[in-house]
Every structure is written in structure tokens, then in C-alpha cells.
């Protein structure tokens, strides 16, 4: 399909119901070819276009602007069934929501009736991410200059995830004053380069590369004061991260899945084991019930993390409701880390050296775990939480926390 290809009118989703149905049906279709889509490096286009037609991209809109205003306990859960069907495609639109969640905190009235209106048409925001490089995440060299005819944007991101399938590419710089502003770019705008030299060997499918901004011509009306929020608590930083962990979930769902299914129609017992079917083997069924409660878990936290962030975020966020939130999510990710990497990696040992043939495009849950699991490091997890409940430590305020 062609990366011009005209968008269909978007669907209206209307509530957190028919989410989750939409979020079924189009995980059932994109199932059936993850693992070709894997291994070719097929980027889903027309996958993508179908998810922009069927009104997903446009949950979280607000009612009163026209769209469901689904619960993040439902965004999380339409995560999870994407990411269990292909983790690749379910991953790219995650920096879409994460954006939209700045807009009530930062843009006018005109801005906000903008992009929900770009949204419910089934326009998709990309990210333009971390900049190029060894220095820290948080520092920027990416420009917004101002001339005597207009601001200017220039600058080179990487971990661009969905930039490629954008329509918008957000993303953050600093302004003539050192402020750092969010900047909304047209996908196809002079001067904008988006290339595809993702080659991990995980998440292959994301796109997560190289953008490349050279004198793009920026409109004052798409910019956010997103410096704004430095002193500001607030929940985007735990909205993103429920996200991350919603996406780890997905994954260990499908290689738990994946892994019984082996197991039950086509591994062979071990011959200590004296039983006919591998299913029978006592160890076997010791490790799945381990893995089961394992994800269980990791689970009922990521869901409890979803439901705390839509409590908090009726009232006030205070600074103890930020970090409450945080730790809350902090929490999920952790478990969801975990659970990823050992059932991707427990598939192998319970379903034998036949699981690991090419054809099965079994090794793809683990790679896919191993890379999206870096996105930011657990330990780092721990130590917020511990810090937090041992020395009453607020976790520091970003969009990794």
C-alpha cells in the first residue's frame, strides 16, 4: 500500500464497550500474519489503515469534543489485545495517546477542537523522539528558531516510533528563549526526512528510526508550552508508562498462549517422564501453572495501576497524587517486565528444541520482549518504589516515571 495512501473516514467509537469489541476484531485480523510480518520486515501499512478506519485512535477524545472518553483502564486493555496479536503494530500508536494527553493540560480551546477533530477523522500522531546520540534523554538540541518570517524547526530525533505512518509528527525543542516547547509537524512538510533505519532485532515492524527536521517551517498555532509543566504535577508521565507496560503484557499473553499450544500438539514428552503427551509431564504442568499465576498477577496490577490513574485523575494532582501515580504504575511495569521475558523465554524449555524451528516464528515473542522491555530500565522501577515506601522519596517527574 502506498505511503500516500488516501485515508478512509474514520469510524465513531462511542464507548469503552465497543473498544474493547473494535480492539478484538482488528486483533484477530492482525494475528494471522505477525509472525510474516516479523520475519519479511513488512511494514503494516494497510494494517494501520485499518486500525485508523475502525475510530481507535480516537477513544480518548472527550465527550463534549465528540469522542468516547474511554477509561485508561480500557485504553490499557486495548493495548493488551493489539500487542497479544502483533506487538510490532499494537506498539505504534503508543506515543499517538501519550501526546493527546497533553493537550487538556497545555492547548487553547482552538487547539484542543484541532486535534480531536484531527483525530476522530482518523489522523494518526507519530513521535519524533530522544535526540541522536550519548547524552542524557532529556536534553535537546533540536531548535525552534525565530526569523523574520516565521519559526523554524531544526534537528535530528531517534526512537521515532509511528513517525513513518504519521500524519503529525510531535515533537520537543527549545525556543529562542531555552524553553522547551512541543511543536506539531505536518508528517510531509518541506524539510521533514523520516527514515527507516530501525533494525533491531526485536519490534522490527515499529519503524522507530531516524527523523530529521532541516529548516521545517512551523505554524505558531501547533506549538505547546510544555515547559510549562516542569513545576506542574500532573499524570502524563503515568499515563505513558501504563501504556509501556500494557504493551509488555500483550506480549507475555502470546507466548503463554503460544507456548500451551505447542506444548499440547506438537511437543514430546520426555522419556523420564513416563507419559504419552508432554501436556501430562508433571514438570510441565508445574511451570505453566507458574507462569499462569506469574501473568495473573502481573495483570490484576497492571489493571488495579489503570483504575488508580482514573481515580487520581478526577481531582486535584498534587504532587503526592503524581507520585502516587507513578509508584502505582511503576509497580505493573515491573511484573509486566518480567512475566514478557519469562514466559518468551520458558516457551523454549517446555515445548523442546522443536519450538525453536524457523516456521513456528516462536523466537519472535522473546525478541520482542527483550527489546521493548529496555524502553526504560526496571531497575530503576525498583528503586522508585522502594525508595518510595522505605523513605517516603516522590519518584522524580517525567514521561519515564
Given at each position: 500500500m502506498s505511503q500516500q495512501a488516501i485515508l478512509q473516514e474514520a469510524a465513531l467509537i462511542r464507548s469503552d464497550a465497543e473498544a474493547l469489541e473494535v480492539a478484538?476484531?482488528?486483533?484477530?485480523?492482525?494475528?494471522?500474519?505477525?509472525?510474516?510480518?516479523?520475519?519479511?520486515?513488512?511494514?503494516?501499512?494497510?494494517?494501520?489503515?485499518?486500525?485508523?478506519?475502525?475510530?481507535?485512535?480516537?477513544?480518548?477524545?472527550?465527550?463534549?469534543?465528540?469522542?468516547?472518553?474511554?477509561?485508561?483502564?480500557?485504553?490499557?486493555?486495548?493495548?493488551?489485545?493489539?500487542?497479544?496479536?502483533?506487538?510490532s503494530l499494537g506498539q505504534i500508536p503508543q506515543n499517538h495517546f501519550a501526546v493527546l494527553e497533553l493537550f487538556p493540560l497545555l492547548a487553547t480551546p482552538a487547539q484542543l477542537r484541532f486535534i480531536y477533530s484531527e483525530v476522530l477523522s482518523g489522523r494518526r500522531l507519530g513521535n519524533a523522539g530522544p535526540e541522536k546520540g550519548k547524552q542524557p534523554m532529556q536534553q535537546l538540541s533540536?531548535?525552534?528558531?525565530?526569523?523574520?518570517?516565521?519559526?523554524y524547526l531544526s534537528g535530528q530525533r531517534f526512537y521515532s516510533t509511528g513517525a513513518l505512518f504519521a500524519d503529525w509528527i510531535p515533537t520537543r525543542a527549545r525556543d529562542?528563549?531555552?524553553?522547551?516547547?512541543?511543536?506539531?509537524?505536518?508528517?510531509?512538510a518541506p524539510g521533514v526526512e523520516v527514515i527507516d533505519d530501525w533494525s533491531s532485532f526485536g519490534q522490527r515492524t515499529t519503524a522507530s528510526g531516524t527523523v530529521r527536521f532541516d529548516r521545517v517551517r512551523v505554524e505558531e498555532a501547533l506549538l505547546l508550552p510544555v515547559w510549562q509543566l516542569a513545576d506542574r504535577p500532573n499524570l502524563t508521565?503515568?499515563?505513558?508508562?501504563?501504556?509501556?507496560?500494557?504493551?509488555?503484557?500483550?506480549?507475555?499473553?502470546?507466548?503463554?498462549?503460544?507456548?500451551i499450544l505447542f506444548v499440547r500438539e506438537?511437543?514430546?514428552?520426555?522419556?523420564?517422564?513416563?507419559v504419552s503427551r508432554a501436556s501430562d509431564d508433571p514438570y510441565v504442568?508445574?511451570?505453566?501453572?507458574?507462569?499462569?499465576?506469574?501473568?495473573?498477577?502481573?495483570?490484576?496490577?497492571?489493571?488495579?495501576?489503570?483504575?488508580?490513574?482514573?481515580?487520581?485523575?478526577?481531582?486535584?494532582?498534587?504532587?503526592?497524587?503524581?507520585?502516587?501515580?507513578?509508584?502505582?504504575?511503576?509497580?505493573?511495569?515491573?511484573?509486566?517486565?518480567?512475566?514478557?521475558?519469562?514466559?518468551?523465554?520458558k516457551l523454549f524449555e517446555l515445548a523442546g528444541s522443536a519450538a525453536?524451528?524457523?516456521?513456528?516464528?516462536?523466537?519472535?515473542?522473546?525478541?520482542?520482549?527483550?527489546?521493548?522491555?529496555?524502553?526504560?530500565?526496571?531497575?530503576?522501577?525498583?528503586?522508585?518504589?522502594?525508595?518510595?515506601?522505605?523513605n517516603g522519596v516522590f519518584p522524580a517527574r517525567h514521561q519515564w516515571n
Amino acid at each position: 500500500m502506498s505511503q500516500q495512501a488516501i485515508l478512509q473516514e474514520a469510524a465513531l467509537i462511542r464507548s469503552d464497550a465497543e473498544a474493547l469489541e473494535v480492539a478484538h476484531q482488528l486483533a484477530a485480523e492482525f494475528a494471522v500474519e505477525a509472525g510474516v510480518r516479523d520475519r519479511e520486515r513488512r511494514l503494516p501499512w494497510a494494517e494501520l489503515a485499518r486500525y485508523s478506519a475502525s475510530g481507535l485512535g480516537g477513544i480518548t477524545v472527550p465527550r463534549e469534543f465528540g469522542g468516547a472518553g474511554v477509561s485508561l483502564l480500557t485504553l490499557s486493555q486495548v493495548f493488551r489485545i493489539l500487542c497479544a496479536a502483533d506487538p510490532s503494530l499494537g506498539q505504534i500508536p503508543q506515543n499517538h495517546f501519550a501526546v493527546l494527553e497533553l493537550f487538556p493540560l497545555l492547548a487553547t480551546p482552538a487547539q484542543l477542537r484541532f486535534i480531536y477533530s484531527e483525530v476522530l477523522s482518523g489522523r494518526r500522531l507519530g513521535n519524533a523522539g530522544p535526540e541522536k546520540g550519548k547524552q542524557p534523554m532529556q536534553q535537546l538540541s533540536t531548535r525552534l528558531s525565530r526569523e523574520a518570517d516565521g519559526l523554524y524547526l531544526s534537528g535530528q530525533r531517534f526512537y521515532s516510533t509511528g513517525a513513518l505512518f504519521a500524519d503529525w509528527i510531535p515533537t520537543r525543542a527549545r525556543d529562542e528563549s531555552g524553553l522547551t516547547v512541543q511543536v506539531l509537524v505536518p508528517r510531509h512538510a518541506p524539510g521533514v526526512e523520516v527514515i527507516d533505519d530501525w533494525s533491531s532485532f526485536g519490534q522490527r515492524t515499529t519503524a522507530s528510526g531516524t527523523v530529521r527536521f532541516d529548516r521545517v517551517r512551523v505554524e505558531e498555532a501547533l506549538l505547546l508550552p510544555v515547559w510549562q509543566l516542569a513545576d506542574r504535577p500532573n499524570l502524563t508521565g503515568p499515563i505513558s508508562q501504563l501504556i509501556q507496560a500494557s504493551i509488555d503484557a500483550g506480549i507475555a499473553e502470546a507466548a503463554l498462549r503460544d507456548a500451551i499450544l505447542f506444548v499440547r500438539e506438537h511437543a514430546r514428552p520426555w522419556l523420564d517422564s513416563g507419559v504419552s503427551r508432554a501436556s501430562d509431564d508433571p514438570y510441565v504442568i508445574q511451570a505453566v501453572g507458574r507462569l499462569q499465576i506469574d501473568l495473573h498477577a502481573a495483570l490484576e496490577v497492571l489493571d488495579d495501576a489503570a483504575r488508580t490513574l482514573d481515580r487520581l485523575r478526577t481531582g486535584e494532582v498534587t504532587d503526592a497524587i503524581s507520585a502516587e501515580a507513578s509508584i502505582a504504575v511503576a509497580e505493573a511495569k515491573v511484573l509486566t517486565t518480567e512475566i514478557a521475558l519469562q514466559a518468551s523465554e520458558k516457551l523454549f524449555e517446555l515445548a523442546g528444541s522443536a519450538a525453536t524451528r524457523a516456521r513456528h516464528q516462536l523466537d519472535r515473542h522473546w525478541r520482542n520482549a527483550r527489546v521493548h522491555t529496555l524502553h526504560d530500565p526496571v531497575r530503576w522501577k525498583y528503586h522508585a518504589i522502594g525508595n518510595y515506601s522505605l523513605n517516603g522519596v516522590f519518584p522524580a517527574r517525567h514521561q519515564w516515571n
